[in-house]
Each structure stands twice: as C-alpha cells, then as structure tokens.
C-alpha cells in the first residue's frame, strides 16, 4: 500500500508562482513512476505532468509547458511540481499519482486558485 499527501496548494494571484509537494510513503519510492493530473469542477480529471521512476524522463500537458517543472528527490521519498506564471485557468484540485508496478495510487489533493 502506497500514501500519498500533497501539499503547497493555496490561493495566488494570476502570475504568480506555487510549488507543490507529495510526499510518498514505500521503501520503494525510487521505483515509482509518478504524475501530477488536476480535476476542476464540473470537469475532468486531466494529466498536468509526469516523471519516470529514475527522474530521466518528464512529460507536460502542451497547457503546462514551459511553466511547470515536475522533479523529484529519492532521499525525501517526495515529488514536487513548481507552478510560475500561474493563470486562472489553472484553477483546480492537483492530485499526485505513483504508478507502482501495475497499482495506480491516488492522493486525496490540494486546491489551487489563481485569481485574476
């Protein structure tokens, strides 16, 4: 079984930067493939960004592009997503996934608002 906790979520505004955290639990962390994905309301969840279980390879969403960067740190069994030049549509609870074998993991999320 794999937990998961976000964390960093708040209220800025549009422009402005967030950072986000998960923090896993697992002795295995550095086997995780992980992801960011954010569900706003009344639409569907959508993919934000993902990285490898080895931190070698990254994916964003065309939307994120060039504004959010996912890392990760093995030593903090933890994934971040820094968020720069936030705007409104942004707006959403941002869900971190770990994919471990074939087991998807879900956490419960953190709400972002951006105001205009």
């Known amino acids: 079984q794999v937990q998961l906790v976000e964390s960093g979520g708040g209220l800025v505004q549009a422009g402005g930067s967030l950072r986000l955290s998960c923090a896993a639990s697992?002795?295995?962390?550095?086997?995780?493939?992980m992801g960011w994905f954010r569900q706003a309301p009344g639409k569907e969840r959508e993919f934000v960004a993902s990285i490898t279980w080895s931190g070698d390879s990254t994916t964003y969403a065309d939307s994120v592009k060039g504004r959010f960067t996912i890392s990760r740190d093995h030593a903090k069994n933890a994934v971040y997503l820094q968020m720069n030049s936030l705007k409104s549509e942004d707006t959403a609870v941002y869900l971190c996934?770990?994919?471990?074998?074939?087991?998807?993991?879900w956490g419960q999320g953190t709400q972002v608002t951006v105001s205009s």
């Open positions: 996934k770990a994919k471990v074998r074939w087991v998807i993991y």
């Open positions: 697992g002795r295995t962390f550095s086997t995780y493939d």
